[in-house]
């Protein structure tokens, strides 16, 4: 049983930055990033194998967010740049059980997460 903590999240205004971190309790796979705004379905954000070797990203992600990851630490990282109102949302963190993800959007690969984090971009 691996459990899954979130921090770094806050308010922030459009243009601005912040790095999300995800710390495990044990050892991790493959891992990934979450969001769900108000009123709408969570959705992929990024996710990362086990080595860090393999990044995935949402269309909306590509080119302002970095997913990253230190194993010694047990640690997922999330570096969001020039955000924008539209981030707004709950960011979850959750992880899988393979070393690299078939399909990393799904989230029937993620068998934990987290309890999230509210990131508000304000305009």
């Known amino acids: 049983q691996v459990q899954l903590v979130e921090s770094g999240g806050g308010w922030v205004q459009a243009g601005g930055s912040l790095r999300l971190s995800c710390r495990a309790s044990g050892r991790t796979f493959s891992m990934g990033w979450f969001r769900q705004a108000p009123g709408k379905e969570r959705e992929f954000v990024a996710a990362i194998s086990w080595d860090g070797g393999n990044t995935a990203y949402a269309d909306s992600a590509k080119g302002r967010f970095t997913i990253s990851r230190d194993n010694r630490k047990n640690t997922l990282y999330l570096q969001m740049n020039s955000l924008k109102p539209e981030d707004t949302a709950f960011y979850y963190c959750?992880?899988?059980?393979?070393?690299?993800?078939?399909?990393?959007?799904?989230?029937?690969?993620?068998?934990?997460w987290g309890q999230g984090t509210q990131v508000t971009v304000s305009s």
């Open positions: 959750a992880a899988g059980s393979s070393y690299y993800l078939q399909s990393p959007h799904r989230q029937d690969e993620y068998g934990y």
